[in-house]
């Protein structure tokens, strides 16, 4: 596959390049350095391009595979790859076998056959089994390794849809569950009772809404939250273009907003993941060719890599998870996502 230089090399890497350009042109008494280029390995979807794949250090792609709508992913412990096929279909998929080991299609549960359904969350919970959030039934349901059913949860929608009862969905170490409803524009947490133990309104700024999913468009349909150590929630505010840092009592502590960086606009904010220096990988869907799909940054909200390739990826990219830092791998429980 014919990749663009441009779109695959990400900022540093263009400054790197200019830099040694220029130092090759000075005497050779000048000298120049720059920092090793920061290198990472990640997991990324794009329902655009309809494909998930793995990209290595190297930048060239290990493992890939079709999909269609895709809201969620992760990469397990053991290597394999838990990801979403159609809005109702998961499946877990050894890569270097490409044998699907287990799967759930909730439409060929004969009772949701009638039922508008969508699933947008999923999770492999520590005991084995596999959170599914459905939106439609607006329920979140624990399956064991042979999908039988194993705890129920219904969740309070205020306006309900398929599409739009839920975005992603973790459950905490606490046993609770962590909601993103996208069309009530909030992020709430519920007990394993159904009891909503917090939640959270996204705010609007004072802004009116606005149609659409690029640079353009705004609202508070928030896509994603992670319950940070300090017990802070940090939210993936969708076409809200930020992410926000809030206190259990509500408070904004820390944000980025659309143009807080430098050269790059967020759009559709989607997941999130904390890494172990804690700089945080962004998601920036429907942004547009012009800024890059991935970016991480610091907690001075500095860019510190970035990803853009409309070639393999393209502008529906909604998930990712950061695999390997500079070839050390990020271990499962340092995973916050």
Known sequence: MKTSLLN?????????????????????????SEAAEPKRSFIAAD????????IGEDGKTTWEAK???????????????????????????????????WSYDAKAIPTNKSVPMEIHAFQR?????????????GRIIELDSKLKVASTMALKVSRPDPHRDTRLVRKLSSGNYLVCHEGDGLVREYEPSGKIAWEYKVPLFGKEPKPG????????????????????TL???????????????????????????EGIQLAWVTSLQVLPSGNILINNCHAGPKNPQLIEVNRDKKVVWSFNDFDRLG????????????GKPIAASDVIR
């Open 315 to 326: 502008d529906s990219l909604t998930n990712s998870q950061m695999l390997t830092i500079d």
């Open 125 to 137: 919970l520590a005991d084995g089994n596999t959170m599914v959030a459905e939106s439609g039934p």
């Open 8 to 32: 695959t090399m990400t900022s540093s890497r263009v400054y790197s390049l200019v830099l040694l350009a220029i130092c090759s042109f000075l005497s050779p008494l000048t000298q120049c």
């Open 213 to 232: 999913h690029g640079v353009e468009a705004f609202g508070n349909q928030a896509f994603s939250a992670l319950r940070l150590s300090n017990g802070n």
């Open 47 to 54: 329902s655009s391009k309809q494909r998930i794949a793995i």
């Open 67 to 101: 999909i269609g709508p895709l809201h969620d992913l992760h990469v397990l412990p053991n290597g394999n790859v838990l990801f979403q096929k159609t809005w109702t279909e998961i499946a877990e998929v050894n890569p270097k076998s490409g044998e699907t080991v």
């Open 235 to 261: 939210i993936g505010a969708g076409n809200g273009h930020s992410i926000l840092e809030v206190t259990p009592k509500g408070d904004i502590v820390w944000s980025i907003q659309q143009n807080d960086l």
